[in-house]
């Protein structure tokens, strides 16, 4: 059965830092593009961040770059999410998300059960 | 940034009756190199992650009742529940995989009148 599992979510102050993680089983975790979507409380889906599978290629929605970094590693199947110089407007469920293969022309066959984010003072 | 508009912003169907929900995307989502149009769907109860029901823009995943179907191709692209289930009150949402970044609807919420 695929599971991806997500942690490290919580209450930060804006300008502080938190690092997800998801921990991934149940398929061929090295082979698969990830990602990283988020919900604001009451509002729609977004894609935050996408690394291919052997972390070749990665890339960003404009709001995060220059502050958030994705990375992997497949040896521990495992995918994580650095986010530095938090915001209000950050504050969301972060899911991770798996592509079907590899190509970046997937949807996103496989989702975690999200973990919260709230930046607040 | 393809923008992904969906219509209605909620809709309230009897049991049994048939749901539509369209999306429209700003640019065409059709892929040449293999003529498939990226584009998907996506269900989402409360407390829980999205689904994914549809890709390709009418294929449905494992698992997917057959009363889910989606067709379109281009610009505009079609959801329909063709005999509207209890358990699919939820939201929509289609799903544009053709560039970055993949950019979502605002979502189409489906209540049981």
């Known amino acids: 059965e695929v599971q991806l599992v997500e942690s490290g979510g919580g209450l930060v102050k804006p300008g502080g830092s938190l690092r997800l993680s998801c921990a991934a089983s149940g398929f061929p975790f090295s082979t698969h593009r990830m990602n990283w979507v988020r919900q604001a409380p009451g509002k729609g889906l977004e894609w935050v961040s996408s690394i291919s599978s052997s972390s070749s290629y990665i890339y960003y929605t404009d709001s995060v770059k220059g502050r958030f970094t994705i990375s992997r590693d497949n040896a521990k199947n495992s995918l994580f999410l650095q986010m530095n110089?938090?915001?209000?407007?950050?504050?969301a469920v972060y899911y991770c998300a798996g592509d079907y293969g590899d190509s970046g022309l997937d949807a996103f066959h496989m989702w975690g059960q999200g973990t919260m984010v709230t930046v607040s003072s | 940034d393809i923008v992904m508009t969906q219509s209605p912003d909620s809709l309230a169907v009897s049991l049994g009756e048939r749901a539509t929900i369209n999306c429209k995307s700003s640019q065409s989502v059709l892929y040449s190199?293999?003529?498939?149009?990226?584009?998907?769907?996506?269900?989402?109860?409360p407390g829980q992650?999205?689904?994914l029901l549809i890709f390709w823009a009418s294929i449905r995943e494992f698992g997917v009742?057959?009363?889910f179907s989606g067709s379109g191709s281009g610009t505009d692209f079609t959801l329909t529940i063709s005999s509207l289930q209890a358990e699919d009150a939820a939201v929509y949402y289609c799903q544009q995989y053709h560039s970055r970044p993949r950019t979502f609807g605002q979502g189409t919420?489906?209540?049981?009148k």
């Not at chain 2, 190199?33 to 109860?45: I, R």
């Not at chain 2, 919420?109 to 049981?112: A, G, S």
């Open chain 1, 85 to 91: 110089s938090l915001r209000v407007e950050d504050t």
């Open chain 2, 65 to 67: 009742p057959d009363r």
């Open chain 2, 33 to 45: 190199s293999n003529n498939k149009n990226l584009l998907a769907w996506y269900q989402q109860k």
């Open chain 2, 49 to 51: 992650p999205p689904r």
């Open chain 2, 109 to 112: 919420r489906v209540e049981i």
